[in-house]
């Protein structure tokens, strides 16, 4: 951030609220006219959004979104420059080290010691860092698919055989200069480009992005929460207005829905009708829901948005053996049953899913007697993508 853009913020963050709001409005008109898209934005009455609301200290050096661009750029220039094939190989290599440390938030010695071989995951679109010390833990970090795409392809090409397993092992030295030589060329301040900056910048990325904090420590591998939240502070007034959004929150927001998961956008696929929506949400599962394209769009769903699925009681389904029990649902998961209550016509089967997730299902007491459920009983609940409902507040 420059400094005009700095003193700016600082006389912006002198007004008062409807002096802010209006500022808000022209600034939004202004850039969608530069832009020629319409925003997004934190609709009023939806409450203050902490992701956008805190402040990085001024010691961490990272860079924002549109720096991160120009950054990008930059590399995509300078590889497109080269005069020759074995130059445009090379420079393509020193991209995707830039690419991998932008978009994992790996330290420098992770990303150079990656095998592209063993440690990517095109499946899960992940990559495995860390874990080459006897007291340090391997982490998996997702990264976009597109990315990774180019890695394979980069990989597979024969003229690259012989760097096949070592495709990141570059030299450190030789890649914070090109990080500067980038940077300047970029028009960044040289000093503020470094691969611990770019590994700064991706944490706050995240948490700008609604990311929560305990997540973002596991991907970066740190140790503690203390560690990943030098990334954001809060004033005392912030803090106030997000505790007091969310209380009055809790008292607003009802559901008749029973299950609850809490997870985050890891694919979408559009048909002309449909969009099939993929969250990783807690305990390692995944869940499957299928809306319309026309709630899709009302709810901005984008890959790593924050979502809670909801699925009713009476649209799960029970089977003691997953074999035997298939069907056409999508979600299908195993647990315990903790608890059952009955009135005689139906009855409640309550569980809890390997990881601790509670489930609830309600079935008829025919279905109970002929599937033989006790509590105690392992079990499999299944709902259908259709029957999950998708909420981002």
């Known amino acids: 951030m420059s400094t005009f853009e700095e003193n700016l913020l600082d006389r912006i963050a002198r007004l008062d609220t409807p002096s802010l709001e209006r500022l808000l409005e022209h600034a939004e008109a202004l850039l969608s006219q530069k832009t020629d898209r319409p925003l997004r934005r934190h609709h009023p009455g939806s409450g203050p959004c902490q992701a956008a609301m805190f402040k990085v200290p001024h010691d961490i050096r990272h860079l924002d979104t549109e720096q991160i661009d120009r950054l990008s750029a930059a590399f995509d220039a300078w590889r497109d420059a080269a005069r020759t094939s074995p130059i445009r190989r090379a ?31 095109m499946g899960q679109s992940t990559v495995t860092l860390g874990g080459g010390k006897p007291d340090e833990t ?10 990774l795409e180019e890695v394979r392809r980069f990989a597979a090409s024969p003229a690259n055989r012989h760097m096949r397993g070592e495709l990141f ?51 970066l591998g740190h140790s503690s929460l203390v560690l990943t939240s030098i990334y ?8 106030q207005r997000i505790l007091n959004h969310c209380v009055t929150k809790e008292s607003r927001v009802k559901t008749s829905a029973r299950n609850t998961f809490f997870g985050a956008v890891s694919s979408v696929r559009k048909s002309p009708l449909l969009t099939e929506i993929s969250l ?40 003691k053996d997953e074999h035997k029990a298939r069907t056409s649902a999508r979600n299908c998961f195993p647990g315990k049953v903790t608890g059952i209550r009955g009135d005689g016509v139906a009855v409640e089967i ?23 459920i006790k509590e105690g009983d392992m079990v499999w609940f299944f709902f259908k993508a259709f029957s999950v409902i998708l909420s981002t507040d």
């Open 138 to 147: 391997a982490r998996k970090v997702i990264v976009p698919k597109a990315f």
């Open 280 to 319: 990783a949400v807690q305990n390692g599962f995944e869940v499957v829901a299928v809306i319309t394209n026309e709630s899709y769009e009302r709810l901005g769903l984008t890959e790593g948005a924050q979502v809670t699925a909801l699925v009713k009681a009476p649209w799960v389904l029970l089977g």
């Open 169 to 219: 092992r570059l030299d450190p030295g030789f890649v914070r200069r090109k990080l500067y030589e980038q940077a300047v060329k970029a028009g960044l301040p040289p000093g503020r480009v470094s691969p611990t900056s770019l590994r700064h910048s991706r944490a706050v990325e995240l948490l700008r992005g609604g990311v929560p904090l305990p997540v973002v420590q596991v991907m």
């Open 91 to 121: 420079r393509e290599r020193m991209r995707l080290v830039y690419l991998m440390l932008r978009h994992s938030g790996g330290k420098l010695g992770e990303v150079l010691a990656l095998n592209e071989n063993s440690d990517i995951d």
């Open 350 to 372: 309550m569980g809890m899913l390997n990881g601790g997730t509670p489930m609830c299902a309600l079935i008829t007491a025919e279905s109970v007697e002929s599937l033989d």
């Open 232 to 239: 954001c502070s809060f004033s005392e007034q912030d803090c």
